[in-house]
């Protein structure tokens, strides 16, 4: 439940069917006197607004029964409580509970209204105070809608790197060929490519292939180069080699993409090209 608080009062707010409602319960502590929220209700031209209110928003409000409340106003011996109002006039403007977080609560118009009757300072201070808080859940709902969008952005990315980044398995006519440089065993395994055919297929940007590699991409290369000395040390030749990395590069590719860390560690590298 949410709060306002008015020259020192706090009053409570909360949604009830998707509007909102003021307690009055919370707004009567700042009236001085003693006063109850029956001796605003008697008063004829709270009535005459509320009738108002409730046939412009209410079409299943009792006008009968209003009629006879509202011929009874200003008479010495009327009172009603909110209570007796809803019951027979099936009113929705006002709201009574029991229980901790009962008592009366009103549509803001009406809560606006029942300012007025406790001070005219003090109704321009409650509308100044409920526009502030609308204010901040129009900034709290922008803020979910760009997290959501985040959210849907993130998965369009993970997509994206899913098809782009994780290594394609290779054809045994690129398996057969032979690369002289070690270095390039690892590049055609993760990338694809060798450094050399990168460059011609990258005229214009600086730096290698490895230069422009994501976090998920060093990583794997790195679990890559200590794999592949041990392949050297048993024997294996170049062809087994590739295979077998490239398998492996399709795997782990596969899960870093998943990782939070690595995203975060993508971040980190962009910053540090931007700087």
Known sequence: MKKLVVKNTEISMKKIEDRDYISLTDMLKAKDGDFFISDWLRNRNTLEF???????YNPTFNYGEFAIIKSQ?????FKISVKEW????????LKANAGRYGGTFAYKDIAFEFGMWISPEFKIYLIQEFERLKELELKQYGWDIKRNLTKIN???HTDAIKQNLIPKELSKEMISRIYASEADILNVALFGTTAKEWELA?????????????????????????LNSVMIKEGKTQKERIEKLNEIAI???TILTEDKRIEDMNLLIQDEDKS
């Open 50 to 56: 509320l009738g108002i209110w409730e046939r412009i």
């Open 251 to 253: 795997y782990q590719m």
């Open 86 to 93: 809803v019951a027979k006039t099936n009113a929705i403007g």
């Open 73 to 77: 106003a200003g008479l010495n011996r």
């Open 202 to 226: 990258n005229p214009k940007s600086k730096g290698n292939i490895r230069d422009y590699a994501s976090g998920a991409q060093l990583v794997c290369l790195t679990n890559l180069e200590s």
């Open 154 to 156: 993130y998965g369009i």
